[in-house]
């Protein structure tokens, strides 16, 4: 056990499933970013199969797919994520020959004989752009929520590079948002996909580490392109998120 993790922590994943988690200062805890996906991954985890997770943090998610039976390949950059989600898959005691999480960054960490080989992918992509000048954060685990210039890394790469992953019928699931442009996301979509759909479309209220360096960034991004990347209601400022599946058919 890592001294910097703080407590166990126990999250309703599912309906059905009860997840029990260790959490660490240096990776994401879950939030309602993740108890909306796992209610969206629920009814499309294959019983059993071979599934991938890009970005795992605690390892919640990878979990889920676990108790349905799925054999889960996990990637993260984060090495205290992999460590992190490694021991909580253990304490949800789920079989080791199941779960095979890797250091990774993007799709590096997948062998060249993984091509075709996953029945579903899915990631709940970072958001964050990297801008210059930005001092470290003082959040430790902010860092990992940094992807790219854009904040569009991780999301790209599960548009571009996972049809060649998938079996025959599999599919890929992930959140757009409009902090990182819509445009740009349908357009790989269309370019990329020949079947894909919005699951679902949500607002929701922005998250601790859209500090206002972030939020004036997103706003002159709207002035330049025309896009809404974030609007202001009563409630404070929000950003809508797309639910987004697509099919290697």
């Not at 797919?65 to 205290?80: F, H, I």
């Not at 940094?146 to 890929?172: E, H, N, Q, Y």
């Not at 679902?200 to 500090?211: I, N, Q, R, W, Y």
Request: aromatic letters at 10%; glycine letters at 8%; hydrophobic letters at 35%.
């Amino acid at each position: 056990m890592h001294d910097d993790v703080k407590n166990n922590y126990v999250t309703f994943a599912s309906s059905a499933n009860q997840i029990a988690l260790n959490l660490n200062k240096h990776v994401f805890s879950p939030t309602c970013f993740a108890q909306s996906f796992a209610g969206v991954l629920e009814s499309r985890l294959p019983n059993g199969g071979d599934v991938c997770e890009l970005g795992i943090g605690t390892g919640v998610l990878s979990i889920l797919a676990g108790q349905k039976g799925a054999r889960v390949v996990g990637l993260d950059r984060n090495p205290k994520a992999i460590d992190l989600a490694r021991e909580n898959w253990r304490m949800n005691d789920l079989p080791g020959d199941r779960m095979d999480f890797r250091e990774s960054d993007l799709f590096s960490g997948l062998y060249t004989g993984e091509a075709h080989s996953f029945n579903l992918i899915w990631s709940n992509p970072p958001v964050l752009p990297d801008l210059p000048g930005m001092n470290a954060p003082e959040v430790p685990k902010y860092q990992y929520e940094v992807s790219g210039p854009l904040g569009r890394d991780v999301l790209d790469a599960m548009i571009t590079d996972t049809r060649a992953l998938l079996k025959p019928g599999g599919s890929m699931v992930t959140i757009a948002t409009s902090l990182q442009g819509w445009k740009r996301t349908k357009k790989l979509l269309d370019q990329h996909w020949s079947n894909w759909s919005v699951i679902d479309e949500v607002s929701l209220p922005l998250t601790d580490e859209c500090g206002p360096e972030y939020i004036a960034w997103w706003r002159a991004e709207q002035s330049r392109t025309g896009e809404i990347y974030l609007e202001e209601q009563e409630t404070g400022t929000v950003h809508t998120l797309w639910f987004l599946q697509a099919w290697n058919t």
